[in-house]
Antibody, heavy 119, light 107 residues
Framework: EVQLVESGGGLVQPGGSLRLSCAASGFTFSNYAMRWVRQAPGKGLECVSGISGSGDSTYYADSVKGRFTISRDNSKNTVYLQMNSLRAEDTAVYYC????????????WGQGTLVTVSS | EIVMTQSPATLSVSPGERATLSCRASQSVNSNLAWYQQKPGQAPRLLIYGASTRATGVPARFSGSGSGTEFTLTISSLQSEDFAVYYCQHYNNWPVTFGGGTKVEIK
């Protein structure tokens, strides 16, 4: 069974940093691209970052470019999201998702980790 | 960036009735369109990909159609567990984007 388990969320002050982790199991991790999708409280979904299976290619939404960095450690079956210069508008549940090799849909989704940016 | 627009924002339907949800893209996304269901306190769940292919384990009462810029998700006979928020997502290019969602509520 494919499982994605996020961790690292919490309360951080504006301008602070946080690193999210997503531990994957149940599939050959290095073969699949991964994405981070966030959802602000009561709002819709936004894909903020992505990384290829090898880690050679990375993608960022304009809203986080220059502040967030995605990376992966295929030896640990883990993808990370380093978030710097955090703003109140970054407050959201952050989901780790797996992208299939034949398309760009997301399946499955992790349970999410809440990031709250507030003083 | 391709903008995805879903309508209506809220759909009130009685159990057993048919629900039709719409999703429009600001430019063609071909058939690179997925639908997700999200229940309160849960992560989204994939229902449909490729505009019309049901994901594993999704009941046959869910069907998707459309291509280009106009897409539809149909739930043929609403069950109690189907009351939720539904999102469409294009994956034609980066950035992938989602619609704002349609909440299907009990009438």
């Amino acid at each position: 069974e494919v499982q994605l388990v996020e961790s690292g969320g919490g309360l951080v002050q504006p301008g602070g940093s946080l690193r999210l982790s997503c531990a994957a199991s149940g599939f050959t991790f290095s073969n699949y691209a991964m994405r981070w999708v966030r959802q602000a409280p009561g709002k819709g979904l936004e894909c903020v970052s992505g990384i290829s299976g090898s880690g050679d290619s990375t993608y960022y939404a304009d809203s986080v470019k220059g502040r967030f960095t995605i990376s992966r450690d295929n030896s640990k079956n883990t993808v990370y999201l380093q978030m710097n210069s955090l703003r109140a508008e970054d407050t959201a549940v952050y989901y780790c998702v797996k992208r299939p090799d034949t398309g760009g849909w997301f399946d499955p989704w992790g349970q999410g980790t809440l990031v709250t940016v507030s003083s | 960036e391709i903008v995805m627009t879903q309508s209506p924002a809220t759909l009130s339907v009685s159990p057993g009735e048919r629900a039709t949800l719409s999703c429009r893209a600001s430019q063609s996304v071909n058939s690179n369109l997925a639908w997700y269901q999200q229940k309160p306190g849960q992560a989204p769940r994939l229902l449909i990909y490729g505009a019309s292919t049901r994901a594993t384990g999704v009941p046959a009462r869910f069907s998707g159609s459309g291509s280009g810029t106009e897409f539809t998700l149909t739930i043929s006979s609403l069950q109690s567990e189907d009351f939720a928020v539904y999102y469409c997502q294009h994956y034609n290019n980066w950035p992938v984007t989602f619609g704002g969602g349609t909440k299907v509520e009990i009438k």
